[in-house]
Each structure stands twice: as structure tokens, then as C-alpha cells.
């Protein structure tokens, strides 16, 4: 137990016993003698501070909470403060982060202060003897690039003494030095956090770490440590309560105007940064840690916030995300913003948005700000166009602030906890007429709630305070910080002295959501908001207003207003598909983790989902790992069941897990590496790797589970791919491709590529006939006879009627296809439309499919076929001379994100597929039977095919079977049979498929003539 400082009378033995511990610590001096009561044990070492006697309080300042992060430590996680001997002097704040110095306006002064020696806070508590006084743990804003302990003092000292609390003030790294992240500069280890680059969050953390291992030495209790910040300082407050490693180091959470959202791990800022140092080396860390700090901090002037990172880990995604799956430091926590957020952000920026006369408003309240001439509120604001503009600007911005960070933020933490208390701060001056142009020119603007809660005599720019509404701010002042108090104490702001109570905020439609700050000169003004801002509310408000304004105004300045009110509802990432049930005999396990992807991705957010039969054994039963096919390119990403196979699975005493992977989109890389990592986090959950270890995947997830078994060659014991991508992307999107230009060379159009969007509506009604209702359907009645539209399920028995030229249509098709194979005139009439004037389509006019790193299709060397034949006739030599031809740039590296299937395989597959499947076609299974003979490892492979025109259209009775022969080919050796893929007499077989098929589907009418289905004889 940590022997604490003297703060209580004890028996003289005690007494005497401690003061000799003291004395061979400090030695002997008199002023030692004199000032005993200001030391304090440490972990680290001794530390004498100093007694404010006007402030009435006790302080220690700079004190070192983590090793400096300078040299080799530049760019990495704080480590643990060196120990010193005797007693350190901690009568001065340390050094601020390395800066671009600002002075109280918030302008730049020129100056560049501070170090990157940093890491350092301050204490401030009474002049007493209490003990386990409530602790307040400051976290300073300033877009988390300026900002330092030593602005805080006055603050931290009057709040130390007015609200009997233990105050810290922290410091972190800021700028480029705290948050950044290069490729380069990381080794993908997820328990590295120096990978994270999030080293501000980290050094906070740290600052955490040491409140809890020594505030009791400074009276203060480490169980009811209390984070706050303000701006910048709210977004990290908010990431302190999203970070797994904050868990437990903080229990009750203030966010005040948190006006910051956490960011995509991105290394943009690190680039740009290389790019202004004029580094061009291919890897350019070492120059980055042997560069000047100022020259670094001089290639990141131009970016203006720090944002910290969604780097899967550290921070694990995004603070809302976080939230809605529950997954945070739940603790009681108070929300908040000022009624004019943007107010003071306008004469800052308004040279740069074309007003330079909106940064002369300061001299309206300090006449020295411009020493050369007195400006006036008329010259600024000549008229009421103008006027209306400034407001306007101010208005709707600071209105979407409140609806991102105030209403939405609190409506979803409300979702997973009571404890949430929303502010709303609206005091612009106290209503007197000596403050009519203050109230208009900046009001309730951002970090003007300050220094009420902290109790001070001075307000943020030193305008608003005055004789004249002294008694009511002074009144609002003591009832914010006596909810503050309340809040600090028990986690509920209670009642103010009048009996005003704060209540929390509640979701219902018309209930009480947050309380308002307000006062007129004479006392305090508290009242409620009932209503929850919506973003479509902002928008529509902006826009009535710009419909008033004089239309020439409006044209010049309306972009204005509307460029700065930006603000959006959050993406949700996860659905509460997160949350799911186990079933019986099962218990079930959901989560977000973060991974490394690639060079331009870093650290990306997943969600997993685990279920676990009971009496599981990992070393014996076995573990499934399912991996999702394509689910679009939108934001929320989703978590699919291993269906059809999930109850089966469980009853066969198999575990199984899945991952959501990081990113939509065809990007095979997030899927292989993500379910990777899945296991290894399984593995580390449970202590030793699970066997035998499966994975499986329909479709796009067929494609992962093919190539993740080269990928990771050791991982797996045994992989189904089902319907699966398994002869690579490129073929994937070239095959979609050729049904549009096959159709384009048929029906003698001939354009080139990409196709223009006049040419693609020609195409369209060429091949596919005229739109016939208002839903775009078209007739079918084209240069090719009758194509049936696509319907609105996989099969409902089209059937297409075509000419000759649409026959040759369809034979050439059928062979880029896969060959002559059963059920193809109702395979093509399935999916003709679909591929055609749809996917096909979409590569047709954009070879890129909008990926923006070059062409992802290529049909140059293809050669085409009309017949089984190999030799070519003279009509495929025209086909193979006269289509359109397209070939990869090079630009898109499939290797890295496309991850290409290769035929090296070390375990068993057994590869399943549809014989006309509308989507990815059979051709699929050839190629990479072909690339797996090639390797020699035929042996390995089973290929199963099934009589349906589906995609991924097997019955939960035909996967089970198959997984059930994979089991035991991989646990008992049974070699299972399969389909010959190679053959193409066997593939044009009329029973083909028939081997596996276990139940027919509407579109097998192959029979024996007789009427009995041709599997049946």
C-alpha cells in the first residue's frame, strides 16, 4: 500500500516514522522543514510543489507522467517516466507541445513555442487536509494542435477552490507529433500501439494511468476520477470513452462542444507532411524520425484539426458507432454546446471565405486590436443584407452542431444507458444593452461556457464580463458549477440552489432532453429543450431563409452559409446484427476488432460474431469460420450467420465464427486478412488455436475462402468454397464485361470503349426494345428477338425467343461461360438481362468501376467461341477480329486488393457450384480446377456441381452433405468424390450435375423423355 503524505494528525509514532522517511529522501534543510506539507510521494519520486495563498490552494505543476518523447521515442506509445532521486521542483507548468503560438483571439502570433519534451500535468487541489476529494482531469482544446497546462491555471486553481476538488491538467502531444500515421511507419502488430498514431489519445491514457497509481498521494480518490474537456479536449473525452484502454480509468465523463469526429485511419496528413519536408524516398521513416520538430511542425501548418483516428484498437471506430453496439466505457456523462458554436469562428475565417471586414469585429470590444483605426458595427455590417449574412453563417452551422454533436450523440448514448445530461449554454452578454453588439457578433460562442464552470472572474476573449450583468452571471456561474459539483460527487447534476433540477435526457417524443444556461443581469435563467434537432430541420431552415433574401444577394453570398452547414446524420457502420442470440445449447459472442489491410487502408474497423456449443473443446471440436459475400459498396456493414449450416453445425459440437470485415465493396484483401485475424483473436481469447479449423464462404466470400487457403497456408485445415469467385476477379468482372460486348458486336453497334451514356442508351433500347412504364422495364423485343427483363426473383420460368443472330448471341455466351453444359437456354434467359444491361453494362461505360486505381477488366487476349471446337471458323475470326478489346492498365494491383486465387493448395477443398448460375459463372470451377492441376495438387480438390440456374442456389440438405464429406476427408481421411470440371463431353452430358443434386429445381425439365427427371434413373 502507498504510504500517503501528511494530511491527517496521527499518533506521534506514526508522525515520527513518516517524517524520517522523508528525511532520507529530502534531506534535512530548513525550508524542506518549513514546506513538508507540499511533498508528495510518487511512484516515480518525490515532488515538492507550492501554495498559492490568494487562490488558497496547494500546486504541483510539471509533473512527468511518461518518458519525453524526443529521438527514438518520436512517433511511439508513451513509456513510464523515469524515476529520479531526491525532490523535484514542481512549481512550474512544463512546456506545451510543440506549437504555432496563438494569442487569446485565437490568431496566430508568429511565435513557434514549446517542445516536443511535453508529457507533463499539473495538479491543484484546497489548502486542506482533505482526502479523497472528487478529481477533475482537464483536457485542454485548440483543434489538438495549440493548447498547454499553463493557460489552465487560473482555472484550475479557482475551481480546486471553489468546488473542494482535486484538479489535473493534462498535457499531450499535439499536431503532427500527436496524431500520424504512415504506412511506412508501422509493422502491423495490433498489440504495437505505436502503429495506432493516435499518440495524443495514448499520452491521455497514460495521464489516466498515473491519476489512478498516484492521486491519492494528493487527496484526491482514483475511484471517482471525473475527464472533461472542451472542444478539441470534448473529442478526446469521447475517445477516452470509446477506448478499450481507458477501460477503468475514469468514471464519470464531460464533454463540452466536442465539435471534433474521429476519422478514417487515413495516412493523408502524414503525406502531406512528407510532401511540404520534400522527402521522396520510397520509405520514408527514417528521414521522418530524423527530421527537425519544427520543420515538421512547419509541413503540417496547413492542416487545421488533429482528428483522431478509427484505428480499430486504440480507438475502435467511429464515437457514435462505438455507442449504438454498446461497446464503451459506459459511465454517467454530461453533453454539451453553446447556442453559437460558430459565432467566434467567423471573424477568424472571413478573409479567407471573401469578408475580410468580419475580422475587424474584435475591435468592436478592444479598440487596441486595431491601433490604426476605431471600426464600428455600421462600417462591418453596412447593411441589413450584410448583417443577415454574418448571422446566417453563424446561425445554421452552429445549428448542425448541435443536431451532430448535442442531439444525436445523446439520443444514442440515451439508447444504451441512463446516465446522459445534455446542455444547451445560451448566455450572450446577460441581455444589458451595453452588450447589444457582443450578443450579436459572437453570443453563446464556442468555449464561451468556461469559465462558468470553472468559476472564473474573466471570460474567453475578456469582452463580455462587466459591472452591468456581474449578479447574473455570477448566479449562473454558481449554478452550472454546483451541478458540476453534483455531477463530480455522484454522477447525477441534481439541483441547482433554486431547486431547478437537471434531468437526464430522454428519447421520448416531447420529454425534457437537455437543460438550458441562460441569464438576464440579475440572476441565473435555467430552463429545458423538448425537442430533438434534426439535421433535415437545419437544412430546411437554411434554406427558407436563403429563399428571403434579395435574389442578386442571395446568388452572389448564398454558397456561403451553405458550404459551412455540412453537418450529417452518422453512417452507421453495424447494425444490432452485432447482438445476436445463441441458440440452444449455445452461447453467443459479438464484438468490433480492428486490422491492418493494406497500404492505403492501415488499421480498419470489423464486427465478429462467435457461437459456441456447450462442453466445446478447442482442441478437438473444431472451429468454422464463414465468410459473407458481396454486400454493395455502402457505408454499414453486416455480419452474416453460417447459413444453411449454422444448427447443423452446432449440433455437431462445431463452433463457428464470422467476421463483417472492414469495408464494403469488392475488395477481397479486407476479407482474407479480416478472417485471419478473426482466428488469431479467437486463438488469444481461448489461449491456444481451436482444431480443426474450417472455412467456408459463399460468392464473393467463396473468393476469400479460396484464396485465403494459399494466403495463409497453415491456417486451415479444410475450405468450402460455394458459389464462389474462385477463378479470380478479373474473370469475375471481364465475364460481365463480354455479355455487353458480345451483345454490342451482334447487334453491329461496335462502340468503343468506355461507352458514352448516349451510346449506352442505344444500346439498350437496340438490344433490350423500348422502356414501357414509368419502372423502366423494357419489352425484350430487341436485334435479338425476345430476352425476357430481369424478374423480380432468380427464376420464374422465362423463357427467351430469339432470331438467329440471337441464337449465335447465346452460343457465344454459353462458351465464355463455362462450355455446352445442361439447363443453359434457361440459364441464359435468367441472366442475359441482368449481365447484359446491368453488370455488363456498368463495365462497359466505366472499366474502372469507379475504383479510381485504373482498369479492373480485360478481354485483350481473349479468344472467343461459337462452337466446342477449338479450331476457328471464319465467322469466330470475324467475332475475335471485330469486338471491342480493352486491356488492365496496371494501375489496379489485384494482387494487393483483389488477392487473385491461385492453384497451390496444401489441404483439402471442396468446391461447389451452380451449373447455371445467373452471377458468377460455372466457368469459375474450370479455371481453377485448371490452375490447381496445374500446381499438381488435384488430389486436394473436389469440385461439386448442382442443377440450378440459382446463385448459390443449393439446398441446406446439399451444403450440409458436402461439409459433412469435407469433415471427413479432413478428420477421418475419407477422400470424398466429385464432378469432372475438365471434360468437356462430361460437362455437356444431359445428367450432368446429377452426382450431388438432391432435390429438383422448377428450372430441370431434362427428363427421359417419358416424363421422369433425368436424375431420377
Known sequence: MKRKAFKTLRCLAVMIVLLLGFISIIGTGDDDEKDW????????????????????????????????????????????????????????????????????????????????????????????????????????????????????????????????????????????????????????????????????????????????????????????????????????VMNLVISPLAEGLFHKAVCQSGIMPVVEPTDTNAETIISNLGIVSDNPADELRNAGAEQILAAGATIQTFNAFADGYVIPDTVVNAVYQGDYNSVPIIVGVNHNEWFDFLPLYGPQLGKPLWGNVYDLFDPNFDPEHEWTYAEIFPNENEEALYQAAGRYPSMGYRAKYLDELASYLSEQQEEVYGYRFDWAGGGVAEMEDFAKVFGAAHSMEIPFFFGLDDSLFGYSFIPENEAGRKDLQNAMQTYLHNFMT?????????????????NEVGAIKAITFNADANEAILGYITDELTFEEVNNALTAELASWPEAFRDAWGWLP???????????????????????????????????????????????????????????????????????????????????????????????????????????????????????????????????????????????????????????????????????????????????????????????????????????????????????????????????????????????????????????????????RPMYDLAFANMAYFQTAQQGLSFAMDPTSGGGRGIVVDNWDRTYQLDGDPGQTQEELDLNNGIARIALDGEFDFEDVMFPVHGDITIPVLSMHDIGDYFVPFEHERIYAGKVADAGNSNLLRTRIYRSIDHCGFTPQETIQAFADLAAWVEGGIVPEGNNVLDPAQVAADDYGCQFTLQQRPADQYTDGEGTWICDQ
Not at 84 to 105: C, H, I, V, Y
Not at 740 to 758: G, H, I, M, R, V
Open 490 to 506: 455522484t454522477g447525477d447534476p441534481g439541483f441547482a440552489d433554486d431547486g431547478t433540477p437537471w434531468d437526464p435526457w430522454s
Open 562 to 820: 451553405a458550404s459551412m452547414t455540412t453537418q450529417e446524420p452518422e453512417s452507421i457502420r453495424f447494425s444490432h446484427l452485432l447482438d445476436f442470440e445463441a441458440q440452444e445449447g449455445a452461447e453467443a459472442y459479438s464484438g468490433t476488432y480492428g486490422y491492418d489491410v493494406d497500404q492505403w487502408s492501415g488499421y480498419q474497423i470489423a464486427g465478429h460474431r462467435l457461437e459456441i456449443p456447450e462442453g466445446w473443446d478447442p482442441a478437438t471440436d473444431g472451429l468454422v469460420l464463414y465468410c459473407h459475400g458481396y454486400r454493395g459498396d455502402v457505408p454499414q456493414l453486416s455480419i452474416s450467420n453460417a447459413q444453411p449450416l449454422r444448427q447443423y453445425l452446432i449440433s455437431m459440437g462445431y463452433a463457428w465464427a464470422a467476421s463483417s470485415y472492414s469495408e464494403n465493396g469488392y475488395n477481397i484483401a479486407t476479407g482474407v486478412i479480416g478472417t485471419r485475424v478473426l482466428l488469431d483473436l479467437i486463438e488469444a481469447e481461448l489461449g491456444e488455436m481451436p482444431d480443426p479449423v474450417y472455412i467456408i464462404g459463399h460468392s464473393m466470400g467463396g473468393h476469400i475462402t479460396a484464396r485465403s487457403v494459399t494466403e495463409y497456408p497453415d491456417a486451415y485445415d479444410g475450405a468450402m468454397p460455394m458459389c464462389g469467385v474462385v477463378g479470380g476477379a478479373i474473370e469475375q468482372f471481364s465475364s460481365s464485361l463480354d455479355w455487353t460486348l458480345l451483345a454490342n458486336y451482334f447487334s453491329e453497334l461496335n462502340y468503343s470503349l468506355p461507352f458514352a451514356l448516349a451510346d449506352a442508351g442505344v444500346f439498350l433500347e437496340t438490344v433490350f426494345g423500348p422502356v414501357i412504364n414509368e419502372d423502366g422495364d423494357r419489352s425484350g423485343e430487341g436485334a435479338f428477338g425476345y430476352i425476357p427483363p430481369l424478374g423480380p426473383s432468380y427464376y420464374e420460368g422465362r423463357e427467351a425467343i430469339l432470331n438467329g443472330t440471337g441464337e449465335t448471341f447465346k452460343d457465344a455466351t454459353m462458351y465464355r461461360t463455362g462450355g455446352e
Open 37 to 236: 506539507s507540499l511533498l508528495r510521494s510518487t511512484e516515480q519520486g518525490v515532488v515538492k510543489g507550492h501554495l498559492d495563498e490568494d487562490a488558497d490552494v496547494m500546486a504541483w505543476q510539471g509533473i512527468p507522467f511518461a518518458k519525453p518523447p524526443v529521438g527514438d521515442l518520436r512517433w511511439k506509445a508513451p513509456q513510464d517516466p523515469e524515476p529520479w532521486s531526491g525532490k523535484l521542483e514542481a512549481t512550474q507548468s512544463g512546456p506545451p507541445s510543440l506549437q504555432f503560438e496563438m494569442d487569446r483571439t485565437w490568431h496566430q502570433t508568429g511565435n513557434i513555442i514549446g517542445s516536443e519534451d511535453c508529457l507533463y500535468l499539473d495538479i491543484y487541489r484546497p489548502d486542506s487536509e482533505e482526502t479523497d476529494l472528487p478529481v477533475y482531469f482537464w483536457i485542454h482544446g485548440g483543434s489538438n494542435r495549440f493548447g498547454g497546462a499553463a493557460q489552465y491555471a487560473e482555472h484550475g486553481k479557482s475551481m480546486a477552490n471553489e468546488l473542494n476538488v482535486v484538479v489535473v491538467i493534462t498535457q499531450y502531444r499535439l499536431g503532427p507529433f500527436g496524431w500520424f500515421r504512415h504506412v511506412d511507419m508501422r509493422d502491423g502488430d495490433v498489440e504495437n500501439y505505436s502503429n495506432s498514431g493516435n499518440f495524443g489519445t495514448l499520452d491521455q491514457i497514460k495521464a489516466l494511468e498515473w491519476v489512478q497509481n498516484n492521486i491519492s498521494e494528493f487527496g484526491g480518490n482514483p475511484n471517482n476520477v471525473t475527464i472533461a474537456g472542451q472542444s478539441a479536449g470534448g473529442h478526446n
